[in-house]
């Protein structure tokens, strides 16, 4: 293990950065063992064994889908693995981020990673970077590999990796899991030069997602949480889906034969029919005990920012590292801002003391988290009207035309004596009650300003930060 | 698969990820048939705020397979024909995940 910032693989013992040399060799005798029971399946053989052996693939995020794919890269052979991570392990990644340990707390996930990985199979090389990617970064890092695994966490790095895939025409495989849900989508394979269209080919990730979702609605596994089998299944697919690039050669870009010869991609027998596989595991069993669904996805996009027609124009690697385009600020667009008048809001604490001193009186408070959240506990009297279910009965009403009644479940609204107590709005962290208070008024709920509705400031994260640090939050 | 037959004259959309949450359904059935170009506008009419927040970065696939949402830009690009949801036709929104 190294710290430097950018350990280059060409330091591999087995060679693995030369493109022909000695790749065609007798496997060692422990080689031979190893990967026996992969070797024997039909399509793989020595041949296939052998181009794992000299192939260098780059983890991009050592957590929950991170973890799964590496181990199955290493345990399957190929020569070098890069892993970027620049997190440490926590003790909440553990149900699901399965290269850590309870052992290894505290320690950056990239070394955690590979010792497990080491442990699985000494013999690849891995090479640790320690820090996170970046524009700055990636262009460098990702040109000494073969193929990318994009195991990451937000958007922002998922179009930069995405982009600097298509400059580079590397192979992208590329997954994502919330909650309960998973995706997967090989990407950029087989690669093909930015900017053409003269044919059927692989499309990038713009050309799938063309924009970012609005930051207010984007969760992250610790906001939305999410279900281990769930993210490791997707993870291991990914794995999955990089050794058969590799064992097919498809990882190699078309370019090098003199022009005469026409890259093999316009002959079409490699323009491979681009899938998107969607895992949903539905806790509820609303559509199924468990579903997947292959999509088939369009091919290249001629409009596409990065990869169709008159691309090289608007994205080039200079520019990613000069900072153009502007990742973050592409995924942190428009976001509807709440900003409610002071009068309508209140601190956690102001709240509590006005509360205990009797000076806020009867009222009614309600917590719009989810009610996994709600259970864990809530402030005394709170009643629970998740977030999503107001805003569902919010529209169900403007469409049929009612009143505000109805919003609010029965006892808390409606009862003469309750009428006219003020309302006040508690969420997780003080933008969806915001919101709620918005619609409630929206929705009559205030009387036309007879009835206050106060949101309070920050949460029930402020709550436990001003209130009672004891507070089960999650 | 268990999701029900869409009841006759209608087509099933299914809502992943966060439309499931927006909407709070994993499927429902809406009457057929459908201009494409009208799907947004439909979910919009019963879900007010989720083509902004959800639809306008989502993909969206009928029968499993890719659609170019009408845009203006894009499908005349592409010379897309219009497309019309069919009865019995399975439509699926589905919003880019980026957790991991």
Redesign the interface.
Known sequence: MTNRDHPTPQEGPNGANGHSEGRDRRLTEEEFERYSRQMIVPGVGREGQLRLIYSRVLII?A????CPAAQYVAGAGVGTIGIIDGDVVEISNLHRQVGHATSRLGMKKVGSLIAHLRDINPLPTYVPYTVPITPSNAADIISNYDLVMD?????AT?YLISDICVLLCKPLVS?????K???LIVLNCPPTPQGRIDGKYAPCYRC???????P??????GE?G?VGPV?GL??VAQAGEAIKILISSLHLPPSTPPSSTPPPDTENQNLIQPT?L?Y?Y?LSS????Y?F??????PR???CFACGEDSPSRLTLEGIKSGTPNYEQFCSLPTPKHNLPAEERITASAYNEKRQKGEIGAHVLIDTREKEHFSFGSIDGAVNVPF??L??K??EI??GGGDGKGVLPEGVDGKSESEDVPIFVVCRRGLDSQEAVEKLKELGVDKGGKRRIMDIVGGMKAWKEEVDPSFPFV | MTTPRPPKGHFNVLYFASAGSFTSKNVEALPAPLPLSKLFETLEERYKGIKESVLDNSLVTVNLTYVNMPEGEDDEANGDEPVIIQEGDEVAIIPPVSSG
Do not use: Y
Not at chain 1, 63 to 66: M, P, S, T, V
Not at chain 1, 151 to 155: E, G, L, M, S, Y
Not at chain 1, 293 to 298: D, I, N, P, Q, V
């Open positions: 995020g957590g929950g889908l991170g195991c990451t966490d937000n958007p998922r997954a994502a899991s919330v909650q849900s998973g995706q799938c997602f063309k924009k970012p979702p609005p207010s609605s984007m969760v992250s596994c939305a999410i993210v997707m993870g998107l969607i949903t539905d609303g559509i199924g005990p579903s669904r292959a999509l088939k996805m369009s996009k001629k409009t999503g279910r805003l569902m919010a529209a403007k469409r």
